[in-house]
């Protein structure tokens, strides 16, 4: 079964700097989707980014990046210029076949 | 646009009660659903998902439920709540089952006393 691994419970960054969230998984498969979710204290899951593993460029929307190594099997976020916004906890995900599989979550902080 | 609702929001019952949650999708024609619980602290576990009217398939054994009567509505029920059913229930929709993002609804907060 896919496992997914964020190592970082928690994690805080002063407003308009740069923070890195990481995430890796286990999986035997080849094609496959990964996820990275963001949940603020309002709980609804609101998708961040998107990445199709069979694509070798990284996905990029507007502040947030991911670093995709297929071969490591890590998914790590960039965020940049964060905001206040931002302070979420942010959920890492692998889908294959509609089996989504989630990490236990990095709680950030964008501090002013 | 699409559009995803759940209710109720938020939801206190004893043990032993029964459990009727509901989501509803508007906006698209055959979506694939998806019942997820978040426990304190943790991350989404799926619990159900269907990809047609009358169709489900469960991932984790458990005392609930799931039932989809119309293709765009889901429920999730329980006949007897346990005390471990208290979590954060959320549910989602995707386009095509395998390749699609799954967007999330905004959840029930469940709390079994």
């Known amino acids: 079964a896919q496992t997914v691994t964020q190592s970082q419970p928690e994690m805080s960054v002063q407003e308009a700097e740069t923070v890195t969230l990481s995430c890796t998984y286990d999986t035997s498969e080849n094609n496959y989707y990964l996820f990275w979710y963001k949940q603020p204290p309002s709980r609804q899951m609101i998708l961040v980014i998107r990445?199709?593993?069979?694509?070798?460029q990284n996905a990029t929307e507007n502040r947030f990046s991911v670093n995709f190594q297929k071969a490591a099997k890590s998914f790590s976020l960039k965020i940049s210029d964060s905001q206040l916004g931002d302070t979420a906890m942010y959920f890492c995900?692998?889908?294959?076949?509609?089996?989504?599989?989630f990490g236990a979550g990095t709680r950030l902080t964008v501090k002013p | 646009s699409q559009t995803i609702h759940q209710w109720p929001a938020t939801l206190v019952q004893p043990v032993g009660s029964p459990l009727s949650l509901e989501c509803t999708v508007e906006?698209?024609?055959?979506?694939?659903l998806y019942w997820y619980r978040q426990a304190a602290g943790r991350g989404l576990q799926l619990l159900f998902y269907?990809?047609?009217?009358?169709?489900i398939s469960s991932e984790v054994p458990q005392n609930l439920s799931a039932s989809r009567p119309q293709d765009r509505q889901f429920i999730l029920s329980s006949k007897k709540l346990l005390l471990s059913d208290s979590g954060f229930y959320l549910c989602?929709?995707?386009?095509?089952?395998?390749?699609?993002?799954?967007?999330f609804g905004p959840g029930t907060r469940l709390t079994v006393l």
């Open positions: 990445q199709e593993a069979y694509k070798q």
């Open positions: 269907s990809v047609g009217i009358g169709q």
């Open positions: 906006g698209t024609s055959n979506p694939n």
């Open positions: 989602a929709w995707s386009l095509l089952a395998g390749t699609d993002t799954q967007y």
């Open positions: 995900a692998f889908m294959k076949n509609s089996d989504m599989r």
